[in-house]
Structure formats: C-alpha cells, structure tokens
C-alpha cells in the first residue's frame, strides 16, 4: 500500500516557481548522479524535466486505514482499559459493561446459556482484543523472533508475523475445538448426532464461548483484509470470510452448533499447518517446510474435500429424516412447537435478533446452508489446484511457495521505487542574479551531490557545483 502521506517535497521542490505544462514526455536519461536523487533534469531548450512524488487520489478510506493500521495497539487497549475503568469505578454502569467480557443468558436451572443480542457486546469485546492481541504479538514478539532468524526484508518479516500470528491463533482454538468435538455424541463421525438435540436453544459454558470467539475472530479477519496492504487473491478471501462469517452466526443463531463446532475443526486443522509452513519457508528452513507442505496437502484433502462433504451430505440428506419440519418458540423454560411456519420469508432473520422468536427448519433452512457451504467448498476447490501446481513444483525439485500471494513480493520491491514518481514539463524561472548570491554550500547539502575533481587533479572549488546550478536554472551560458 503506498504511503503517499509520506512523500515530502524537497526543500528546492517547495521553492521552485515552475508551472508544469499539460504534456507528459518520458523522463529524461540520468545524468551521473542516480536519477532517483534527482527532481530536475535539463532537457532541451529552457524545458525542465520535474520529476515529482505521485500523489494519489484515495479518497477518505486509505488513510483512515493507515491511521487504524498505524494505531491498532493504542486504540484498541485505550477502548479496553476505558472499558474496564468504566467497570470498576462507575457501579451503575456494570449492568451494562459486564455484558463486554461475560457470557450472558445463563439458566441457573440447566446450568448452561441461551443465546440473544446481548451476544453483540461479547463479540464487539473480542474483536477489538484480538486485533490489540494481534498488533502487539506480532510487532513485540514475532518480528523480533523473525529478525533472530534471519528475515531482513520488511514485506517478508511481515508476511511471517502474519502467517505465526496465525499459528498461534489456531493452536488455540483447533485445540479448544477439537476438545469439545472429542467430547461429544458425535465424534469422531457420527453424523446423525449432529442433529438429534434440536431445538435445543441452550448450549454449555464452553461451546458458548467457542462459538462466539470464533465469530469475532472472523469479524476481525475482515477487518484486517482491508486495512492491510492487499494481496493478489483479495478478493476470494473477503469471499471467504464473509461466507464464513454468515455461516458461523447461522449455525450459533439456529443452534446448530455442534455442525458449526465439526467444520471449523475441519478448516482449522488446515490452517494450523499451512501458516506453519510458511514460516519455514521464511525463516530458510525449506526441508521442513517441505514435510510441513506435505501435511498440509493431505490434511486439506481428507479435512475439506472428504469430511466436509461428508457434512453437507449429512445436512442434505440426515436432517429430513430427524429433525422435524417445523418451527418452534421461546427459550428452553417454555419452549413451544411444533408450529407451522409463518408466511413469507422474515420469520428466517428471527433468530438473529429475536430472543425467543421462531426457530425453524424446513427445506428453505437447509439449502440456506447447503448454497453457502458448497460456495465455500467452490472456493477451497479453486485454491486446491493452486495447491496442485506447487506440488508440482515440490515433485520436480524446488520448494514449496503459495502462488496466492506471496509470489509478487520481489516484483513488488523491484518496481515500487519508480511507481512512486511522475515526469512534467515545467518552465524554468529565470532572474538575473549575482553569482555571489548563490548559496553554493547549501545547494550543495540539500541536492546530496559532491565536488569532483578535474582530470588533472587540481580542483576548483566551486566551480563544477556553480556551473551545475546555473544550468539547472537555464542559465548556463553565462558560465563557462
């Protein structure tokens, strides 16, 4: 992304007078000194060549999202002590603030919590944690332990905080996960559970929690997608992300947990092994990499193209026979049905804001489901043969890198510099002024430039350094 906010004129850029013309001739050839270093280039006649930082038009989104990038630590931790500031010394105010960093609607009776949009404040609490936790893990602990590692160039040390950041999320919550999936009904396969407890509207502390977490975590994704630089496949993961993020809320709101708890354990353990992989790769450890490669690919095909098409077919196929075709009202306590769905299609958005409201499954529910979940087997399909080219690429010998996003790093760097700058046509200023007017030292620290010698080693002070300047300024033959 780049900075324009940074690109400040030269100090002789910001005296300059010169009105640029509407032609836009290539620049001219650079003269000894690099031509990066030079904002003025003699062309011909009294035309100067006015090499310029590019100033873009980018409207009031990029530097807002430079601010939050620049700011995400501060920000985030200042909301959260003010948060807890606000808890701790304002009592009336704890009805409300507790709702931020506790679980709510719990059921002293079964011991375990419903659901309602009381939610939001948990999920607005975590998200603004995990983007502070992530900032701060990833510029205080990973690009340090990067640089120890012998990462020099910045885009690649942040592509290894990133990428560690992530692995550390998902040994967490695969773990979490995989915990609550190991102690439930339907492990390791058994489909046909997924379902048996609908409509159960109450869940326990620890799924709750889960289920939630997780939510924020790709709320917060989305964010980061679009105050981070972009990469090549942008757009197919803000796809991905909103496609899972709705997933993620249907399955909490419809109380279809346990399904939600079994396909984020399948795309999980994926992205346990992948970030890890590319942090070997970074870090120069390419025979690991290659074995940790290895694990990702099988793990991606028995985890997204074999269970989690296992699950849409339990969805397309179990449900009819198990779940009952109907809606049903209230929480836990006084839960009435089943009832005939109502008519329309707003009775669907109920369990998103409606504490209690109707609850249903019909074929409407199911293929509400089943479209997004095969939209995202589409797009994992898409970055499979991705994954097959570097396969290819591994079986004949070279190492394994992701084409998605990484593979334009190098061009990147190498093209960035020149990107940055614009030629004009500028008219010089030309005044009658006394040779010893001229700040010839001055001019000489700003512009960077140092006297040469003459061929026969006697040197004379000045006058290389003046006739320079005056021809920069158009007027040379005055001079020789």
Same mark, same amino acid.
């Given at each position: ?154 885009? &690649? ?18 773990? &979490? /996960? ?109 025979? &690991? ?5 290895? &694990? ?51 009775? #669907? ?79 010089? #200023? ?40 005056? /021809? ?9």
């Amino acid at each position: 992304m780049g900075d324009s906010s940074h690109a400040a004129s030269s100090p002789a850029d910001e005296r300059s007078t010169a009105k640029p013309s509407s032609a836009r001739p290539q620049p001219a050839a650079s003269s000894s000194t690099s031509a990066a270093k030079h904002l003025y280039t003699r062309s011909s006649g009294n035309v100067v060549i006015v090499r310029r930082l590019k100033r873009k038009d980018e409207g009031t989104w990029k530097p807002l999202a430079r601010w939050l990038l620049k700011n995400q630590i501060g920000l985030s931790f200042n909301l959260l002590a003010l948060l807890f500031l606000a808890h701790m010394f304002i009592p009336k105010a704890r009805t409300h603030t507790r709702k931020y960093f506790t679980l709510s609607y719990y059921n002293q009776r079964t011991g375990q919590y419903g659901i309602g949009p009381d939610d939001a404040f948990l999920i607005t609490f975590f998200v603004i944690l995990f983007t502070g936790l992530r900032a701060s893990i990833m510029d205080f602990i990973l690009s340090p332990l990067g640089r120890k590692a012998g990462i020099t160039k910045q885009k &690649l040390l942040t592509r290894f905080s990133e990428q560690a950041w992530l692995t550390v999320y998902y040994s967490v919550f695969w773990t &979490l /996960g995989a915990y609550i999936w190991y102690d439930s009904p339907y492990f390791p396969m058994n489909l046909p559970e997924l379902w048996t407890d609908w409509p159960n509207r109450e869940m326990k502390g620890l799924m709750k929690f889960y289920m939630v977490a997780q939510w924020s975590f790709w709320v917060q994704q989305i964010i980061v997608l679009f105050i981070e630089e972009r990469r090549k496949d942008h757009w197919q993961m803000f796809c991905h992300h909103i496609i899972t993020n709705a997933l993620v809320s249907a399955c909490y709101c419809y109380h279809y947990t346990r399904v939600g708890n079994v396909i984020l354990v399948m795309m999980d353990v994926v992205d346990l092994f992948f970030p890890t992989a590319k942090c070997l790769k970074y870090t120069g450890y390419h025979t &690991l990499c290659d074995i940790m490669f290895g &694990l990702f690919v099988v793990t991606w095909i028995i985890a997204r193209h074999v269970g989690y098409v296992m699950v849409c077919w339990s969805i397309y196929a179990d449900t009819p026979n198990i779940m009952p075709a109907a809606c049903f009202q209230g929480t836990n306590d006084n839960l009435v049905g089943p009832l005939e769905p109502p008519a329309g299609w707003t009775y #669907l958005l109920e369990p998103f804001y409606k504490l209690g409201g109707n609850v249903c499954y019909n074929e409407k529910v199911k293929w509400g489901f089943l479209v997004p979940l095969l939209l995202l087997q589409a797009i994992t399909i898409l970055w499979f043969t991705m994954i097959v080219r570097v396969v290819i690429k591994v079986l004949r010998g070279d190492s394994a890198e992701d084409v998605r996003s990484d593979d334009e790093d190098e061009v990147e760097e190498a093209d960035e510099v020149e990107e940055d700058f614009v030629y004009e046509e500028a008219q010089p #200023l030309e005044e009658e002024v006394g040779v010893e007017s001229l700040d010839l030292k001055g001019w000489e620290r700003r512009s960077g430039l140092k006297r040469q010698a003459s061929s026969s080693g006697v040197s004379l002070p000045g006058h290389s350094d003046r006739k320079e300047l005056l /021809g920069r300024i158009g007027c040379e033959k005055q001079v020789d």
